[in-house]
């Protein structure tokens, strides 16, 4: 999974306190309370920042007013969106009710300008997307960029800021070649206008790098990646989480060329500081630990690899739901372990159940759907004499190299299976040529 940035509000560069929240996990004997009004009563969340435990419980209702007192007595909207605390902006339950509240807020005012309720909008389109419904973000999207195209024009910030991030939703689609032709107009737009080192260049560079993985070109995108992730690490300072979105891209990369080492180590290092910086059950977190299990399932250290991506899968379900698509990627990757561990029956049922869901929400030929169909298929094959089982591999195969081409690791993945079978597949000008691990499945890219 790679991390997809976002930015219809600026990122603040500066990270936030490292000790927000401490190692408390809310765990303990006491009771939560609210940070805002020190209650204990009535229903307390996490804010989903970088404040957990304790720091982070909050009354949702209770930050809800914080955020229009704010609005009010100070005129920023910051709070509607981002930790007063730690700087970090909201995630899970608390990012999506404050935004709606902020739309619905901006909807009954008449005096509020057309920039605000359109960033408004554009808050709440990301919400949506980070809860899995790609359908609304994008709708949403298309409506805020349409609306800043026609008031400011193409290359004006507002319009470069919504065009990302439709871009992030067509990409996470599975619309790869529209994401890319889109990003490739915000990051010329961006470098001429702000610089090659500025934040939403550096935001663009890491979007497009992941687009240019998905289409199989791993090279240019180890190539951006490591640039954005070298130059974020020098200008925010190593604990700063973007620099770790770009690190996980990064590694994400490296795995589709087949460099497992370097892969697995940024990896580690990505889950050693987004544990300690974010906390363990961070979406970020989370992707980091998912994409490190599967880097170790690849390797064959399948035991450590089920403990990792079981812990994952688990919060996933717990904060996201089961059918949000890092719940549902993470699962074919916990499926594919259980297999290697020789539970088949349990793989079969798992595989089936994502398999049906990802068909249902994200429609059959999504990348993450031809993804978990090509495990699936293989799974079920009973033997090298299985004409039947072979047959709904190959047909897995052929879907793969029509919607994702050659060059993409699930293809290579489902084509090393039809040989290691001993079926023939001709040679065509586009086959990739560049190494890859045997088993390789594509690790999480996500917003």
Same mark, same amino acid.
């Given at each position: 999974?790679?991390?997809?940035?976002?930015?219809?509000?600026?990122?603040?560069?500066?990270?936030?306190?490292?000790?927000?929240?401490? %190692?408390?996990?809310?765990?303990?004997?006491?009771?939560?309370?609210?940070?805002?009004?020190?209650?204990?009563?009535?229903?307390?969340?996490?804010?989903?920042?970088?404040?957990?435990?304790?720091?982070?419980?909050?009354?949702?209702?209770?930050?809800?007013?914080?955020?229009?007192?704010?609005?009010?007595? $100070?005129?920023?909207?910051?709070?509607?969106?981002?930790?007063?605390?730690?700087?970090?902006?909201?995630?899970? %339950?608390?990012?999506?009710?404050?935004?709606?509240?902020?739309? %619905?807020?901006?909807?009954?005012?008449?005096?509020?300008?057309?920039?605000? $309720?359109?960033?408004?909008?554009?808050?709440?389109?990301?919400?949506?997307?980070?809860?899995?419904?790609?359908?609304?973000?994008?709708?949403?999207?298309?409506?805020?960029?349409?609306?800043?195209? =026609?008031?400011?024009?193409?290359?004006?910030?507002?319009?470069?800021?919504?065009?990302?991030?439709?871009?992030?939703?067509?990409?996470?689609?599975?619309?790869?070649?529209?994401?890319?032709?889109?990003?490739?107009?915000?990051?010329?737009?961006?470098?001429?206008?702000?610089?090659?080192?500025?934040?939403?260049?550096?935001?663009?560079?890491?979007?497009?790098?992941?687009?240019?993985?998905?289409?199989?070109?791993?090279?240019?995108?180890?190539?951006?990646?490591?640039?954005?992730?070298?130059?974020?690490?020098?200008?925010?300072?190593?604990?700063?989480?973007?620099?770790?979105?770009?690190?996980?891209?990064?590694?994400?990369?490296?795995?589709?060329?087949?460099?497992?080492?370097?892969? =697995?180590?940024?990896?580690?290092?990505?889950?050693?500081?987004?544990?300690?910086?974010?906390?363990?059950?961070?979406?970020? !977190?989370?992707?980091?630990?998912?994409?490190?299990?599967?880097?170790?399932?690849?390797?064959?250290?399948?035991?450590?690899?089920?403990?990792?991506?079981?812990?994952?899968?688990?919060?996933?379900?717990?904060?996201?739901?089961?059918?949000?698509?890092?719940?549902?990627?993470?699962? !074919?990757?916990?499926?594919?372990?259980?297999?290697?561990?020789?539970?088949?029956?349990?793989?079969?049922?798992?595989?089936?159940?994502?398999?049906?869901?990802?068909?249902?929400?994200?429609?059959?030929?999504?990348?993450?759907?031809?993804?978990?169909?090509?495990?699936?298929?293989?799974?079920?094959?009973?033997?090298?004499?299985?004409?039947?089982?072979?047959? $709904?591999?190959?047909?897995?195969?052929?879907?793969?190299?029509?919607?994702?081409?050659?060059?993409?690791?699930?293809?290579?993945?489902?084509?090393?299976?039809?040989?290691?079978?001993?079926?023939?597949?001709?040679?065509? =000008?586009?086959?990739?040529?560049?190494?890859?691990?045997?088993? %390789?499945?594509?690790?999480?890219?996500?917003?």
């Amino acid at each position: 999974m790679t991390s997809t940035e976002c930015d219809n509000v600026e990122l603040d560069v500066l990270g936030g306190p490292q000790g927000a929240g401490g %190692a408390d996990d809310g765990t303990g004997p006491d009771p939560l309370q609210c940070t805002i009004c020190l209650g204990d009563d009535g229903e307390i969340v996490q804010r989903g920042c970088c404040c957990r435990g304790h720091a982070g419980a909050v009354h949702l209702e209770c930050l809800l007013a914080l955020a229009v007192h704010e609005e009010d007595t $100070r005129g920023s909207w910051s709070a509607w969106s981002r930790c007063s605390t730690c700087k970090e902006c909201f995630t899970g %339950a608390a990012q999506l009710r404050l935004a709606q509240a902020r739309v %619905a807020r901006v909807d009954s005012r008449p005096d509020v300008d057309e920039d605000d $309720r359109l960033a408004a909008k554009a808050d709440l389109a990301i919400a949506i997307f980070d809860h899995g419904n790609l359908s609304e973000s994008e709708k949403i999207e298309v409506e805020v960029y349409s609306a800043y195209k =026609e008031s400011y024009g193409e290359e004006d910030s507002r319009t470069l800021r919504a065009m990302n991030n439709l871009a992030s939703t067509y990409r996470a689609q599975g619309k790869f070649a529209a994401s890319a032709q889109i990003q490739e107009a915000v990051l010329a737009a961006r470098t001429q206008k702000c610089g090659e080192d500025h934040p939403s260049t550096l935001s663009s560079m890491n979007n497009l790098a992941s687009t240019y993985g998905d289409q199989g070109n791993y090279l240019d995108a180890v190539r951006i990646q490591r640039r954005v992730f070298e130059t974020r690490q020098r200008m925010l300072g190593e604990d700063n989480p973007d620099a770790w979105v770009s690190a996980n891209n990064l590694a994400v990369s490296l795995y589709g060329l087949g460099k497992l080492d370097e892969a =697995e180590e940024i990896a580690q290092k990505t889950l050693k500081v987004r544990n300690r910086v974010l906390g363990t059950s961070h979406p970020d !977190t989370l992707i980091a630990a998912a994409n490190l299990g599967e880097y170790v399932h690849i390797q064959g250290r399948h035991s450590e690899a089920k403990l990792l991506l079981q812990d994952a899968y688990d919060k996933f379900v717990a904060s996201l739901g089961p059918v949000h698509f890092f719940t549902m990627y993470t699962a !074919t990757t916990l499926a594919a372990t259980i297999f290697a561990l020789g539970q088949v029956e349990e793989a079969e049922r798992l595989l089936r159940e994502t398999h049906a869901k990802q068909e249902r929400i994200l429609g059959p030929e999504h990348p993450n759907t031809l993804r978990t169909s090509g495990i699936l298929a293989n799974s079920l094959v009973r033997g090298d004499d299985d004409d039947a089982g072979l047959a $709904r591999l190959s047909a897995s195969y052929q879907a793969q190299l029509r919607v994702l081409g050659p060059n993409n690791v699930v293809t290579r993945r489902t084509e090393t299976m039809l040989r290691s079978r001993g079926v023939v597949i001709a040679l065509t =000008e586009t086959t990739n040529s560049s190494t890859a691990p045997e088993s %390789a499945e594509v690790p999480l890219r996500i917003r």
